[in-house]
């Protein structure tokens, strides 16, 4: 059953209408808000094949604004490397102890774990774990590498990694109800634009077919794709 605020949202979004980027961020604002800083998020359906490898779509950006959230980060680095990680502002050091702790009690205290390549072998036993979690390290999303104040730093920002899932969408986080217009229509364009950039070469026809944004609580708005 649909809560009072949801129903009184639906009648302020016409479900026949796409709604201008500015229009759709404009009407965002002025939903019934909740006692809670409710994530805004991006829907988009992609003219892709998600069953055949060659189309898949996976990015990261660093959203202008951030997320409104800050990641708690546990870097899995050599012991000589912890030093700079903390000073870049690790929350946890990934160390062998940390890695069966994990492997023991399935207890995940993270948002986001970076590695160096070196770790990534002895990373391999977290795999099950980490992996379908959409935790485990990986170069495509730049959550591997040798540069670690720059890992760290990028996520702590606010770095967001997107991929499309089994049915060709992309669901991701660019906001919160307390951000003002203005960072909510940058955050959304920055997004779009990042999704675009990462468009399969196998990918024919259009590319994002449809899109909704919404908070965690509302309905969603159809909006236009800038060209």
């Known amino acids: 059953m649909p809560g009072k605020r949801y129903l009184e949202a639906k009648k302020l979004v016409d479900p026949k209408k796409v709604y201008s980027i500015d229009e759709a961020v404009k009407l965002l604002k002025a939903l019934p808000t909740t006692k809670f800083d409710a994530a805004i998020e991006l829907h988009a359906n992609l003219g892709?094949?998600?069953?055949?490898?060659?189309?898949?779509?996976?990015?990261?950006?660093?959203?202008?604004?951030?997320?409104?959230?800050?990641?708690?980060?546990?870097?899995?680095?050599?012991?000589?490397?912890?030093?700079?990680?903390?000073?870049?502002g690790a929350d946890i050091m990934g160390n062998e102890e940390t890695m069966e702790k994990i492997l023991k009690t399935g207890v995940i205290e993270f948002d986001v774990a970076i590695a160096t390549p070196g770790m990534m072998p002895k990373l391999s036993k977290?795999?099950?774990?980490?992996?379908?979690?959409?935790?485990?390290?990986?170069?495509k999303t730049d959550t591997v590498g040798s540069n670690i104040t720059k890992m760290i730093q990028e996520q702590k920002a606010g770095k967001v990694s997107f991929k499309n899932d089994d049915t060709g969408n992309i669901h991701q986080i660019f906001g919160r109800v307390s951000?003002?217009?203005?960072?909510?229509?940058?955050?959304l364009l920055a997004l779009i634009d990042a999704v675009k950039k990462v468009k399969p070469a196998a990918a024919k026809g259009i590319y994002i077919q449809n899109a909704v944004v919404c908070t965690t609580m509302s309905p969603g708005i159809h909006i236009e794709i800038p060209v």
Do not use: C, S, Y
Not at 126 to 139: D, Q, T, V, Y
């Open 179 to 187: 951000f003002d217009e203005i960072k909510l229509k940058e955050n």
């Open 48 to 88: 892709v094949d998600p069953t055949k490898g060659d189309q898949q779509v996976r990015g990261t950006i660093v959203l202008p604004h951030g997320t409104g959230k800050t990641k708690k980060v546990i870097a899995f680095v050599e012991a000589e490397k912890e030093a700079e990680a903390k000073t870049a």
């Open 126 to 139: 977290l795999a099950k774990i980490l992996g379908p979690r959409g935790l485990m390290p990986n170069p």
